[in-house]
């Protein structure tokens, strides 16, 4: 089921909500929300809890508006400002030109106040116990990063951007690093994610359904034509799966989603010249 978040909460929040709603504890989602980001939440129930690492594995879609002229201990608006400057030289080109240094495959600093672990303790954690932290750059890819619309205040530049990028990318250090790469400070004043892996907007389900009840349920096998290669089973096969036999070899080196009809019966990777089953999901008939 994929939910259209709204500000304010967390994605936790919105797994609490669904377990009520679905009147299962089995629920999980892919790919965490900040609070004050909206848009697309893929969660899994029951047995789809296990497709939930392929989705958030894929490559993710937001929009956003970046704040120039202050920078803030969390790189969003809901922190605490900790440095200002002067946006009165800043211009268009100066923004395009650090933004284009960012397209592509880049070494990026994940936010302090994140998830990320250290020593076994997320980092927001530690931040919020006064402890600095300065977490190692990781490579992320990020294919797309459009300028929309510059707007100049009074003492800042709103600057809305459109990004597709892989997983792992902080889109609140996209912010900061270009406030700091121009001198002025930087931040993220908002944030909506319109797709993750191969679900939009157009599948979603607003939360006030989600807590009426509403539910717009997609089944697994539809889950698994989106995420994954596809190999349709003979019926022997099918057979050959339920008794946990390996198949011959797919194509490639790909996870592929091994299906029957209408039903997804498991997920395949090569292994030692043949297909074998990393997870099934429904035995033959």
Not at 220 to 244: C, Q
Not at 270 to 276: E, H
Request: negative net charge; hydrophobic residues 40%.
């Amino acid at each position: 089921m994929v939910v259209d978040k709204e500000p304010g909460m967390t994605s936790h929040d919105v797994v609490a909500i669904a377990r009520r709603a679905l009147g299962t504890r089995k629920v999980g989602h892919a790919g965490t929300l900040d609070p004050m980001a909206t848009g697309i939440l893929v969660l899994g129930f029951n047995n789809g809890t296990r497709l939930l690492q392929y989705i958030t594995d894929g490559d993710k879609s937001y929009v956003a508006t970046v704040v120039l002229g202050a920078a803030t201990i969390t790189d969003d608006v809901e922190g605490e400002v900790i440095f200002t400057g002067d946006v009165c030289a800043v211009t268009d080109a100066d923004i395009e030109r650090e933004l284009s240094k960012m397209r592509g495959t880049i070494m990026q600093r994940p936010s302090s106040v994140s998830a990320v672990k250290v020593d076994g303790e997320r980092a927001y954690d530690r931040v919020r116990a006064g402890e600095k932290v300065e977490l190692a750059k990781r490579e992320v890819t990020i294919s797309q990063l459009d300028v929309r619309e510059i707007r100049r205040l009074e003492s800042s530049i709103e600057i809305d951007i459109e990004v597709t990028c892989s997983a792992g990318t902080f889109i609140r250090a996209i912010a900061r690093d270009c406030g700091d790469a121009l001198g002025v400070g930087g931040h993220l004043n908002s944030l909506r994610r319109t797709r993750i892996a191969g679900f939009g907007l157009d599948k979603s389900i607003s939360l006030a359904s989600l807590k009426a009840g509403e539910l717009q349920t997609l089944p697994l096998v539809d889950i698994a034509r989106v995420t994954f290669k596809v190999r349709e089973l003979a019926l022997d096969e099918v057979n050959e799966l339920s008794f946990g036999r390996p198949l011959s070899a797919n194509p490639d080196d790909a996870l592929y989603a091994a299906i029957s009809g209408q039903q997804l019966i498991a997920l395949l990777a090569n292994k030692d010249g043949l297909a074998k089953p990393t997870a099934v999901f429904a035995a033959a008939n």
